[in-house]
């Protein structure tokens, strides 16, 4: 009965969806309060429907009800409690359930909280939520309906995916999805705005939030996912310009630049039609990476389908949301007032550019994704397009926008001193000199221009810091009104400082690694030894173990320094008969914020192992990078003049102002 309850609470959630889709629209047209407010009901009704059918799957995978064609496809009574959770979204049918769950998560959030929005305005919000939470129920319930039955029973389940069995996908899915499917938040307002043909200042106050929420768990998302293909799939890198990931990084560059963008235009009420034409683009990307994964186009440890009926019916819903919106945009986006002018020498000004590099930096990583994909379907010729099409694109936007970041919070709005702000980063180009003589000095091998590089990100993070001791006094008050000062600061002002100071740390551990990384490949026999980047590695022997449902081969390795024993490091090979498959559990020993990797190959006959062995100075700033940022987003989020659900006005709430 579980099995038919989460079934029928999805088509429930369906027919929920279907009026709150319709009927707030025709409250706004008719102006009828109560109609309008039907949307805030339904939308919680539908987020309890929904989160019910959810719960319903996710026993159905505890119990291990093998009756259901999901569980036994995706589960196996021996996996752990946490992978059977997590197997839940290991799969197409269950990950579209949560992908709608957290639809209806952020759509019942608005109407929670949302009570100081002008009533119409979120009744078309919640009604374009609606329209695509119905096309994607409609899309499980057809093609994917994760609560189908087997009509005999099977005794035990075919397991999920070894590479899937690991906690970093307790995290990385929900993560990734809380990012993608937050953008539909910004689409919404994007559209309700173009729908009512009205947008302000206080529009951008009310849609950054919930911009700035979904970015900081895209930006934790991308960065867990690239850390668990860099110690699970054992190979020993941490990103490889797959499509999928690729599919992730657009929303994200397109969402940046949709932050930036707001900010000029809740301050100067500038950029109105940009900000909304990023809205649409950035929750479009994000519907392309879902068709990407789930059409069958790709092959990929990302991708769940290959069946090419849900391909067709999910470009269909690209087709009609990013079609439909993009032609309401360019039927209305005339009639919005642009809203104030500035000097190209601004804040405004340094926004832009920050814009305009996000935006080409986008449509390189779509372009070089796409075309060898268009390319095969029309001329039937399969091309790769990887890493040196993607780093030779990236270096020449991403160098001249970090050399302009620490210049943007430095500059007054609507018309700045490039000459003031550039005397006020001379500390911090000075920093940034002397980082580069020090590498040149103490490097050997490498780039060339790998010191420059740590040069530029030092520069990004000290431009940071630069900022910070220009507000706050730094030097040139006392230590206490400096103090008073930092304290008096806008969260959202600390927020600015650690998401800059993140790209600067996540730059100079990608150079670092990808310029340093010193490896030793071979095979090896107990007793051998060896030696990479000054650390000598002894094979002590090889012994088997029985797992929950897998049978694994551990090896052990001490590693010395200097002839003193360090640690002992264990990597294993997986072997699960269920499903026939082999996966590398590499061994990881952390030393500062560089990392000695080891990861196994095959056995041969002869007892000796493959192994790989490397050595990654200053990796994990690469992931400390993510977070730093993502912190400095929750700061901003959590500031009073930016936080979700701020208290409602004493007055009647704020109309938004017709355009003129």
Same mark, same amino acid.
């Given at each position: 009965?579980?099995?038919?309850?989460?079934?029928?609470?999805?088509?429930?959630?369906?027919?929920?969806?279907?009026?709150? =889709?319709?009927?707030?629209?025709?409250?706004?047209?008719?102006?009828?309060?109560?109609?309008?407010?039907?949307?805030? =009901?339904?939308?919680?009704?539908? $987020? !309890?429907?929904?989160?019910?059918?959810?719960?319903?799957? /996710?026993?159905?995978?505890?119990? =291990?009800?093998?009756?259901?064609?999901? /569980?036994?496809?995706?589960?196996?009574?021996?996996?752990?409690?946490?992978?059977?959770?997590?197997?839940?979204?290991?799969?197409?049918?269950?990950?579209?359930? $949560?992908?709608?769950?957290? $639809?209806?998560?952020?759509?019942?959030?608005?109407?929670?909280?949302?009570?100081?929005?002008?009533? =119409?305005?979120?009744?078309?919000? @919640?009604?374009?939520?609606?329209?695509?939470?119905?096309?994607?129920?409609?899309?499980?319930?057809?093609?994917?309906?994760?609560?189908?039955?087997?009509?005999?029973?099977?005794?035990?389940?075919?397991?999920l995916n070894p590479v899937l069995q690991d906690i970093g996908l307790a995290v990385h899915p929900p993560m990734l999805y809380l990012g993608y499917v937050g953008f539909s938040i910004s689409f919404s307002f994007a559209v309700a705005a173009l729908l009512e043909g009205r947008i302000d200042a206080a529009w951008a106050r009310w849609v950054r939030p919930w911009t700035l929420l979904a970015w900081i768990f895209l930006t934790l998302g991308i960065a867990m996912g690239s850390y668990w293909a860099y110690y699970e799939l054992g190979w020993g890198g941490w990103w490889f310009w797959d499509p999928v990931e690729n599919a992730s990084l657009m929303p994200w560059l397109a969402g940046t630049a949709l932050l930036h963008s707001a900010v000029v235009m809740e301050k100067r009420n500038a950029l109105k039609v940009w900000t909304i034409l990023l809205s649409i683009l950035t929750f479009s990307l994000s519907l392309l990476g879902t068709f990407l994964v789930r059409s069958g186009v790709l092959t990929s440890v990302h991708a769940f389908a290959t069946d090419p009926t849900r391909?067709?019916?999910?470009?269909?819903?690209?087709?009609?949301?990013?079609?439909?919106?993009?032609?309401?945009?360019?039927?209305?986006?005339?009639?919005?007032?642009?809203?104030?002018?500035?000097?190209?020498? *601004?804040?405004?000004?340094?926004?832009?550019?920050?814009?305009?590099?996000?935006? &080409?930096?986008?449509?390189?990583?779509?372009?070089?994704?796409?075309?060898? !994909?268009?390319?095969?379907?029309?001329?039937?010729?399969?091309?790769?397009?990887?890493?040196?099409?993607?780093?030779? &694109?990236?270096?020449?936007?991403?160098?001249?926008?970090?050399?302009?970041?620490?210049?943007?919070?430095?500059?007054?709005?609507?018309?700045?001193?490039?000459?003031?702000?550039?005397?006020?980063?001379?500390?911090?180009?000075?920093?940034?000199?002397?980082?580069?003589?020090?590498?040149?000095?103490?490097?050997?091998?490498?780039?060339?221009?790998?010191?420059?590089?740590?040069?530029?990100?030092?520069? /990004?993070?000290?431009?940071?810091?630069?900022?910070?001791?220009?507000?706050?006094?730094?030097?040139?008050?006392?230590?206490?009104?400096?103090?008073?000062?930092?304290?008096?600061?806008?969260?959202?002002?600390?927020?600015?400082?650690?998401?800059?100071?993140?790209?600067?740390?996540? @730059?100079?551990?990608?150079?670092?690694?990808? %310029?340093?990384?010193?490896?030793?490949?071979?095979?090896?026999?107990?007793?051998?030894?060896?030696?990479?980047?000054?650390?000598?590695?002894?094979?002590?022997?090889?012994?088997?173990?029985?797992?929950?449902?897998?049978?694994?081969?551990?090896?052990?390795? %001490?590693?010395?320094?200097?002839?003193?024993?360090?640690?002992?490091?264990?990597? *294993?090979?997986?072997?699960? &008969?269920?499903?026939?498959?082999?996966?590398?559990?590499?061994?990881?020993?952390?030393?500062?914020?560089?990392?000695?990797?080891?990861?196994?190959?095959?056995?041969?006959?002869?007892?000796?192992?493959?192994?790989?062995?490397?050595?990654?100075?200053?990796?994990?700033?690469?992931?400390?990078?993510?977070?730093?940022?993502?912190?400095?987003?929750?700061?901003?989020?959590?500031?009073?003049? @930016?936080?979700?659900?701020?208290?409602?006005?004493?007055?009647?709430?704020?109309?938004?102002?017709?355009?003129?």
């Open positions: 009965m579980i099995a038919e309850a989460g079934h029928y609470a999805l088509v429930l959630a369906l027919a929920l969806a279907l009026i709150q =889709s319709t009927v707030p629209i025709l409250g706004a047209r008719w102006h009828d309060p109560a109609l309008m407010n039907v949307a805030r =009901s339904t939308a919680l009704a539908q $987020l !309890l429907f929904v989160g019910g059918s959810f719960a319903a799957l /996710v026993t159905l995978h505890v119990t =291990s009800d093998f009756s259901v064609v999901n /569980v036994f496809e995706n589960s196996h009574s021996l996996k752990p409690l946490i992978y059977k959770i997590t197997g839940v979204w290991g799969n197409h049918e269950g990950s579209m359930l $949560l992908w709608v769950s957290i $639809l209806a998560l952020f759509g019942g959030l608005v109407a929670a909280f949302g009570n100081n929005l002008p009533l =119409s305005l979120r009744a078309h919000v @919640l009604a374009v939520q609606a329209w695509i939470a119905s096309a994607f129920y409609l899309f499980i319930l057809i093609t994917s309906n994760p609560f189908l039955r087997i009509a005999n029973p099977p005794i035990e389940g075919r397991d391909g067709v019916f999910i470009l269909l819903i690209l087709c009609i949301f990013i079609g439909g919106s993009l032609s309401l945009y360019a039927w209305r986006a005339s009639a919005l007032k642009q809203g104030g002018l500035f000097a190209p020498i *601004s804040r405004e000004g340094a926004l832009v550019l920050n814009n305009l590099f996000l935006t &080409t930096a986008c449509a390189t990583v779509f372009i070089g994704t796409l075309y060898p !994909l268009a390319l095969e379907v029309i001329t039937g010729d399969k091309i790769s397009v990887g890493a040196p099409f993607f780093n030779l &694109t990236f270096a020449p936007l991403f160098v001249p926008l970090m050399i302009a970041v620490p210049f943007g919070p430095l500059l007054a709005w609507k018309r700045g001193d490039l000459l003031g702000a550039a005397q006020r980063l001379v500390a911090a180009g000075v920093v940034a000199l002397i980082a580069i003589a020090l590498l040149w000095a103490w490097t050997l091998g490498g780039s060339t221009l790998a010191p420059l590089a740590i040069g530029l990100a030092v520069f /990004v993070i000290a431009g940071a810091l630069s900022d910070l001791a220009e507000r706050t006094g730094l030097f040139r008050l006392p230590f206490g009104t400096t103090l008073r000062r930092a304290r008096g600061l806008p969260r959202s002002s600390w927020g600015t400082v650690f998401a800059h100071a993140g790209v600067g740390v996540a @730059l100079i551990g990608i150079v670092c690694e990808t %310029t340093w990384n010193t490896e030793y490949i071979g095979s090896m026999k107990p007793h051998d030894t060896a030696h990479v980047a000054g650390y000598a590695l002894t094979l002590d022997g090889v012994r088997q173990q029985q797992g929950p449902n897998f049978r694994e081969m551990i090896a052990q390795f %001490t590693v010395s320094l200097g002839g003193e024993r360090l640690s002992v490091m264990t990597p *294993s090979k997986r072997n699960f &008969t269920t499903r026939g498959s082999t996966t590398t559990e590499a061994a990881l020993l952390t030393r500062g914020a560089s990392q000695l990797y080891i990861s196994l190959g095959e056995t041969a006959a002869d007892g000796e192992v493959a192994v790989r062995i490397y050595h990654k100075p200053m990796v994990l700033l690469i992931w400390f990078g993510p977070v730093l940022m993502a912190f400095g987003g929750m700061l901003s989020l959590s500031d009073r003049r @930016l936080r979700v659900g701020a208290p409602k006005p004493a007055r009647a709430p704020r109309q938004l102002q017709p355009a003129e």
